[in-house]
């Protein structure tokens, strides 16, 4: 079956850096367009950052640009987020998606548990 596993969050000071990682299994990993959603308490979910399957091409939500780096190791089956210039507004449950479809279109069909982030003096 479809398994996506986050790990690495954390507390993190204002301006620190954390890397989240996302295990694939159950599934052609390579085939997928893969991102990372987040929803911070009392909000809906926020898309984040997607990959296509060969890592080529990135994509990016304005709050998170220029800040966060998405990547992925087809030969590990894992996804990436490396975070830095960490803000309190980042504060959120990160979670791994797969994509339904081919393209970057926001519909996702696998979700993973999620990894909390939380951005703290």
């Known amino acids: 079956q479809v398994q996506l596993v986050e790990s690495g969050g954390g507390l993190v000071q204002p301006g620190g850096s954390l890397r989240l990682s996302c295990a694939a299994s159950?599934?052609?990993?390579?085939?997928?367009?893969v991102s990372w959603v987040r929803q911070a308490p009392g909000k809906g979910p926020e898309w984040v950052s997607s990959?296509?399957?060969?890592?080529?091409?990135?994509r990016y939500a304005d709050s998170v640009k220029g800040r966060f780096t998405i990547s992925r190791d087809n030969t590990k089956n894992t996804l990436y987020l490396q975070m830095n210039s960490l803000k309190p507004e980042d504060t959120a449950l990160y979670s791994c998606?797969?994509?339904?479809?081919?393209?970057?279109?926001?519909?996702?069909?696998?979700w993973g548990q999620g990894t909390q982030v939380t951005v703290s003096s």
């Open positions: 159950g599934f052609t990993f390579s085939s997928y367009v």
């Open positions: 990959v296509n399957p060969g890592g080529s091409t990135t």
């Open positions: 998606v797969r994509a339904r479809n081919s393209d970057f279109s926001p519909e996702y069909d696998y």
